[in-house]
């Protein structure tokens, strides 16, 4: 497939969505990317100006914008430099409804589910200090988490006066099964737990979660209580979005939350909470809105007028040119084909993790099994600190990454900008620290 290919159709899908109009109806109506029926990797990796002095195995951090998302920013950045006052004035709340439709189309559930926030910290913040929680209560959290998630936990249960009780899902990363955690997590389930949190993918270790098979155990308990009783189940999906092939309405969860800078390639600076109906009615605003909202305030519409994601998507003003050309990205993974990229992610982990695995200096943690891991791979090296195999990859043209963590594992992440010869070089450079 030739780069034109690339640029052409996620131009056609692009351009369809910036155009929407002021309905939500229109919103719904955006074009759907054709997909790709053999991705061309290397056409692919041309989208991007990111320096080719390194292999690049960190890219995960934050985006550098493919052409067909740095195109959407500058048109839109231009418009409102040539006109801000009229262009924001015909904006509102057509081009978030836009936004919210073409995040439906790739990662599933419906268009008024989706909250579009900057980051993933400000959607857990939002979630996590906006659920209708009470003295006695109890949050189930686990050992596992990001600090973002962490203290954003924290901060909720500060307000609310509920509970927070930490558990392990597993105690080696490298030998994780299915069934051991699904039974400590039906084990910690207590009456008063009204909410469990959880991250997807574990960016410490790179477990990737059994989410489908958690919510199952809460479906069951659930079922045995009152609806203002039953567990809220919250998961941090950043480390799974722009890789595995997943409708998220369909795992189970009541709450997603990701940012959309990362592996999807977004523009930075953005994010997503996608809720269940059932969620969204256990949460309240923490942050006024600047959607259809600011007509409720005016006496002009009713309340439930007003889209549920759109009402809970933090106001102000944000970096609207990013935010307004995230579904170039979506559209962008949709023509790649969300199961092309999945498969090559994984193949490109399952090449580190095989490679990292027959080296007796290092310790592999993340599981083999690609249903129990995603993008990375963590490791260490015999008597080399995470933070030391970093700086002496950097040296040989390598960059990675050592998890930010009280246990820290340098980690590769192999994404749909490497190459099976990249992946080769980097396995070289660590079985040269031997």
Known sequence: MLRRQFLGGAGVAVGATALVG???????????????????????????????DYVQLSTFLIASHPKPVSDAIAKIRQALDENPS???????????????????????????????TDSTTMGLAMVYSGLKLSIGDEILQTEHEHYSSDMSLEFG??????????????????????????????????????VVAVTWVHSSSGVKLPIRAMADVIDAVNANR???????????????LGIENQDVSKLGCDFFIGGTHKWIFGPRGTGIVWGSDRGWQRCEAIIPSFSASTYVWRGLIAQDQVPVGAHMSPGGFHSFEHRWALPAAFDLHL????????????????????????????????????????????????GISPPDVVKKMHDKGVIMSNSPYRKSFARFAPSLLNNEQEIDQALAGIAALA
């Open 335 to 382: 023509a790649l084909g969300k199961d092309n990229v999945q498969r090559r992610i994984h193949q490109l982990n399952t090449q580190s993790k095989e490679g990292l695995a027959k080296m007796t200096h290092v310790k592999l943690h993340t599981p083999m099994a690609a249903a129990y891991s995603s993008g990375f791979a963590c490791f260490e090296v015999d």
């Open 86 to 116: 009229d262009f924001l004035k015909n904006a509102f709340p057509a081009r978030d409804y836009g936004v919210q439709a073409a995040a439906a189309r790739y990662m599933g559930g419906e268009q008024h589910q989706y909250a579009l």
């Open 157 to 194: 249960s500060r307000r609310s006066g509920a509970t927070i009780r930490k558990i392990a899902l597993y105690e080696e990363a490298s030998a994780f099964t299915e069934e051991d955690c699904v039974q400590r997590l039906q084990n910690a389930i207590a009456d008063k737990t009204r």
């Open 226 to 240: 009152e609806p203002d009783q039953q567990i809220i189940f919250c998961v941090d999906g950043v480390h799974g």
């Open 22 to 52: 002021g309905t939500k109806a229109a919103a719904a109506a955006g074009t759907k990317a054709e997909p790709i029926a053999a991705a061309d990797w290397t056409a692919f990796r041309d989208l991007f100006p990111l320096t080719r």
